[in-house]
């Protein structure tokens, strides 16, 4: 069975412009959690969809959105972009909703966005 | 507050030796879950262990064991016989049974060396 795949890999772009990640995660999984890594916060929880509804939602700004396709695959949206966003974008697969402490994830091998 | 702390930003381990990695966390909630990730390089975060608040015995995967002392809060990670392969970035994190999302530490950095 196929990972949770990401595209793209590597992204560069300038401030101001908007950048669309997206992400696909292993046939069958229906919820899909991103994530954003960085060296000074950490790995912080952006928001979480399930059958095309996002579910959850961290403590980020409204520039950063998503959405949820019926064949479950998602993508990520950053709009307007400042140099704080250049992180690494992980996105996590599983088969329910992710709350419920047994619930385990598996996650992309990211999207790494600098931002210039 | 920060709900996982990881006290260890480095360790140095020999190759065939056992290394243990620190976890303490926080939460009043009962019903919890404590995973451990692995991330190498390429930035991939990979599951290896879990355990749950209510396991009555420390959970085990093949070379991955972990130390829960649930009165202490503390989930250490033990890997035995060190491989170089094993070298990576290593997060321990939670998920509370009211939460939704996992809670990660900052992580800490293991170099296996010959």
């Known amino acids: 069975k196929a990972g949770v795949t990401q595209t793209p890999r590597y992204l560069i772009k300038t401030r101001g412009q908007q950048v669309t990640l997206s992400c696909s995660p292993i046939?069958?999984?229906?919820?899909v959690s991103w994530y954003q890594q960085t060296p000074g916060q950490g790995l912080q929880f952006l928001f979480e969809?399930?059958?095309?509804?996002?579910?959850n939602k961290g403590n980020f700004p409204g520039r950063f959105s998503g959405r949820q396709f019926s064949n479950s695959r998602s993508e990520m949206n950053v709009s307007t972009l400042e140099l704080g966003d250049s992180a690494l974008y992980l996105c996590?697969?599983?088969?329910?909703?992710?709350?419920?402490?047994?619930?385990?994830?598996?996650f992309g091998p990211g999207t790494r966005l600098t931002v210039l | 507050a920060q709900k996982i702390t990881q006290t260890q930003p480095g360790m140095f381990v020999q190759e065939k030796e056992a290394v243990t990695l620190d976890c303490t966390y926080d939460?009043?909630?009962?019903?919890?879950?404590l995973f451990w990730y692995k991330q190498p390089s390429s930035g991939e975060m990979i599951f290896l262990i879990y355990?749950?608040?209510?396991?009555?015995q420390n959970a085990t995967e093949g070379r991955y064991s972990l130390n829960f002392q649930k009165a202490r809060k503390s989930a250490n990670l033990v890997i035995s016989a060190s491989q170089l392969g094993d070298s990576a970035m290593y997060f321990c994190?939670?998920?509370?049974?009211?939460?939704?999302?996992?809670?990660f530490g900052k992580g800490t950095s293991l170099l296996v060396t010959p």
């Open positions: 996590a697969s599983s088969v329910g909703l992710a709350g419920g402490h047994r619930n385990e994830q598996f």
């Open positions: 969809y399930f059958s095309e509804t996002q579910r």
């Open positions: 355990q749950g608040s209510y396991d009555q």
């Open positions: 046939s069958g999984h229906r919820s």
């Open positions: 994190a939670m998920r509370e049974n009211s939460g939704y999302a996992l809670n």
């Open positions: 939460t009043s909630d009962p019903s919890y879950g």
